[in-house]
């Protein structure tokens, strides 16, 4: 049986862009929760996730994180001109 590596840490960039098709589906959770925290520490106030169309797995991911998130107001499809039902444009408190 080989080690386990432990988990790396990545380190992004945070803007009002958070496009998750580098990351696996279990490392959803930890990334858009801590995103969405540093978002509202720098005044980003307004976000948008990208989740990608496939099967809406991701999406749905991150939809029912956000409704847990209090600092989350609202949330919504994307425009089509902004990714559609591919991505999440989110509203934080002030």
Same mark, same amino acid.
């Given at each position: 049986?080989?080690?386990?590596?432990?988990?790396?840490? *990545?380190?992004?960039?945070?803007?009002?862009?958070?496009?998750? !098709?580098?990351?696996?589906?279990?490392? =959803?959770?930890?990334?858009?929760?801590? *995103?969405?925290?540093?978002? *509202?520490?720098?005044?980003?106030?307004?976000?948008? =996730?990208? !989740?990608?169309?496939?099967?809406?797995?991701?999406?749905?991911?991150? !939809?029912?994180?956000?409704?847990?998130?209090?600092?989350?107001?609202?949330?919504?499809?994307?425009?089509?001109?902004?990714?559609?039902?591919?991505?999440?444009?989110?509203?934080?408190?002030?």
């Amino acid at each position: 049986m080989k080690n386990k590596k432990p988990d790396e840490i *990545y380190r992004i960039p945070i803007t009002d862009e958070l496009d998750l !098709h580098t990351f696996s589906p279990r490392e =959803i959770k930890s990334v858009v929760t801590e *995103y969405i925290s540093e978002c *509202y520490k720098l005044g980003i106030r307004e976000l948008k =996730i990208i !989740h990608g169309k496939g099967k809406s797995v991701q999406k749905s991911i991150v !939809h029912n994180l956000l409704k847990q998130n209090p600092l989350v107001i609202s949330f919504q499809d994307a425009p089509a001109q902004f990714g559609g039902w591919g991505a999440t444009i989110v509203t934080l408190k002030d």
